[in-house]
């Protein structure tokens, strides 16, 4: 009985642990894409302001969309809801996955 009630606990710790590992957090930064990964676009020129360099970029050299936030920048997993941010500065609510420097995207909105 007290093995039970001990391994009952330590899933109930290891489950806290995950759970807490996997919270939503909040990321500023412009979002920008894969050829411009630093939001700096005048080096692709692809439209006269950064929103139309993004949009280019993602049409038409298969670039996809990531998050800039000033020291690198971060995959986005959803790359539907950020064409409407292209160029602009933003908070995206998600999940970081460390290992891939990737952002489970749980919302976009433009940052204040």
């Known amino acids: ?30 979002i920008t894409d894969s050829e411009c990964p630093t939001g700096d676009h005048s080096a692709m020129q692809m439209g006269p ?21 000033g020291d690198g ?3 986005l997993s959803d790359q539907k809801m950020p064409k409407a941010f292209a160029g602009k500065k933003v908070t ?10 990737t952002i489970a995207v749980a919302s976009i909105t433009a940052a204040k």
Request: charged residues 10%; contains cysteine; aromatic residues 8%.
């Open 73 to 75: 920048s971060y995959n």
């Open 49 to 69: 302001d950064d929103d139309s360099c993004t949009l280019a970029c993602i049409e038409n050299h298969g670039a996809v969309y990531l998050l800039f936030h």
């Open 92 to 101: 995206v609510t998600g999940t970081l996955d460390a290992k891939t420097n």
């Open 1 to 30: 009985m007290k093995n039970v009630i001990l391994s009952l606990l330590a899933i109930a710790a290891l489950s806290a642990v995950l759970f807490a590992a996997q919270a939503k957090q909040t990321f500023t930064g412009v």
